[in-house]
């Protein structure tokens, strides 16, 4: 009876490892060859030539949004580069590295490519935006350029605009700085008026300079160097004489960038002629000593 029943268990076995061979209707036999492959993970990167209705120094994917450019925006990213070699180790930049540095250079250039000119010669700032920490430790490598215009000079929040900014400093650009009528507290600048040149003003843009590569402390300790420098812009931009009278035709104001820029790599200094003693009537563009004559 045992001998029955065991050799009842083994013919049962053999018929499940039989019947499991059967292959069913309409199959191969294969499990696995007709499964849809799932594809990799993707990393998030944000658009390029995009509008943008918030600014923001950290992009969110989950937060991440566009409008169209006919719409009001607040920013337009104009180039997503990519941080490479070393600056693609350790830890997401920092102002003051040398990779936020790199990163900024290539978005100043891609800035004059797309608007035709100098942002700083116009109501115009640049910002960089970066991947979250979270996104940079899973590999985020990249960086956005984003470009937005400003209210003026002093005020460089950026505002609400419809339309691209492409092109934007082609020809008789409504953004670029002209002339000024700067108003006072005391001997304190308070203030930037823009005028229309033909009105009477006491203060021109005239230009930007590079300045060289020192800290934000040693800018700040040596206002002096800028001030030269502005006037050598100044004496250009005038025709007259870099010599001793320079100072009693004009003086010199200047806009550095912001701390934080500063510590990017953005070394750009915006410079205006200054009349303090007498309004103008006209730009100071190639005038000639008669025409910014010494007082």
């Given at each position: 009876m045992r001998r029955w029943l065991a050799a009842l268990a083994l013919?049962?076995?053999?018929?499940?490892?039989?019947?499991?061979?059967?292959?069913?209707?309409?199959?191969?036999?294969?499990?696995?060859?007709?499964?849809?492959?799932?594809?990799?993970?993707?990393?998030?990167?944000?658009?390029?030539?995009?509008?943008?209705?918030?600014?923001?120094?950290?992009?969110?994917?989950?937060?991440?949004?566009?409008?169209?450019?006919?719409?009001?925006?607040?920013?337009?990213?104009?180039?997503v580069g990519t941080f490479t070699d070393a600056a693609a180790e350790g830890e997401r930049p920092e102002p003051g590295s040398a990779a936020l540095r790199t990163a900024r250079a290539e978005c100043d250039q891609r800035a004059r490519l797309v608007l035709g000119g100098d942002w700083h010669t116009a109501r115009l700032t640049l910002n960089i935006?970066?991947?979250?920490?979270?996104?940079?430790?899973?590999?985020?490598?990249?960086?956005?350029?984003?470009?937005?215009?400003?209210?003026?000079?002093?005020?460089?929040?950026?505002?609400?605009?419809?339309?691209?900014?492409?092109?934007?400093?082609?020809?008789?650009?409504?953004?670029v700085h002209r002339c000024f009528d700067p108003k006072l507290i005391g001997d304190s600048?308070?203030?930037?008026?823009?005028?229309?040149?033909?009105?009477p003003h006491g203060a021109e843009f005239v230009g930007v300079y590079v300045e060289q590569d020192m800290s934000w402390e040693q800018f700040v300790r040596s206002a002096g160097q800028a001030h030269k420098r502005c006037m050598e812009l100044i004496a250009a931009f005038a025709d007259v004489p870099n010599n001793a009278d320079l100072p009693y035709r004009a003086g010199s104001i200047f806009y550095p960038p912001s701390q934080r820029e500063w510590e990017e790599g953005d070394r750009g200094v915006r410079c205006i002629l200054w009349s303090d003693d007498r309004k103008l009537t006209g730009s100071m563009r190639g005038v000639g000593p008669q025409g910014l004559p010494v007082t």
């Open positions: 013919a049962s076995v053999a018929a499940m490892v039989l019947s499991g061979c059967v292959r069913p209707g309409g199959t191969d036999g294969d499990l696995t060859d007709d499964w849809q492959t799932l594809r990799a993970p993707t990393m998030f990167v944000p658009a390029t030539d995009a509008c943008l209705p918030r600014i923001t120094a950290v992009v969110q994917a989950s937060t991440y949004e566009t409008v169209d450019c006919a719409r009001n925006h607040l920013a337009e990213a104009i180039h935006s970066l991947p979250s920490a979270p996104a940079w430790r899973g590999g985020a490598r990249w960086f956005r350029c984003d470009l937005s215009e400003t209210d003026s000079i002093d005020n460089t929040r950026p505002v609400n605009r419809t339309g691209s900014l492409r092109g934007a400093l082609i020809g008789d650009s409504p953004l600048l308070n203030y930037m008026a823009p005028v229309l040149c033909t009105e």
